[in-house]
């Protein structure tokens, strides 16, 4: 079975940073990128960040870029996103997801990375919230 927990959230002031952590266990990061996404109340959910050793890739939203930085871990089987200079519009939930990658989707990784229903599993979201 494959599992993802997300963990890390937290309520910050602006300018702040915390560390978010994503923990998956029953695939191997050389066969699925890790996304994370974000959703605020009545809002959709949006790609944040995406990571794939195996392409060699990282991918960030413009509304991040310079802010935050995704990383991966073999030996623990950890994806963290570290998200510094927080701002209140950051106040959302976060959810981690996996995306298993054939050919044809590492070719438009760098294409669909974003898009919340190409990744296949998802785990629970951990709260972010930034007071101004």
């Known amino acids: 079975d494959v599992q993802l927990q997300a963990s890390g959230g937290g309520l910050v002031q602006a300018g702040g940073s915390l560390r978010l952590s994503c923990s998956a266990s029953?695939?191997?990061?050389?066969?699925?990128?890790i996304g994370w996404f974000r959703q605020a109340p009545r809002e959709e959910r949006t790609g944040v960040s995406c990571i794939s050793t195996s392409v060699g890739r990282t991918f960030y939203a413009d509304s991040v870029k310079g802010r935050f930085t995704v990383s991966s871990d073999h030996a623990t089987n950890t994806v963290y996103l570290q998200m510094n200079d927080l701002k209140p519009e950051d106040t959302s939930v976060y959810y981690c997801?996996?995306?298993?990658?054939?050919?044809?989707?590492?070719?438009?990784?760098?294409?669909?990375?974003?898009?919340?229903?190409?990744?296949?599993?998802w785990g629970q979201g951990t709260q972010v919230t930034v007071s101004s």
């Open positions: 029953g695939l191997s990061f050389d066969d699925y990128a």
């Open positions: 997801a996996a995306l298993r990658l054939s050919t044809r989707k590492s070719l438009l990784l760098v294409h669909i990375w974003k898009l919340s229903y190409e990744y296949n599993y």
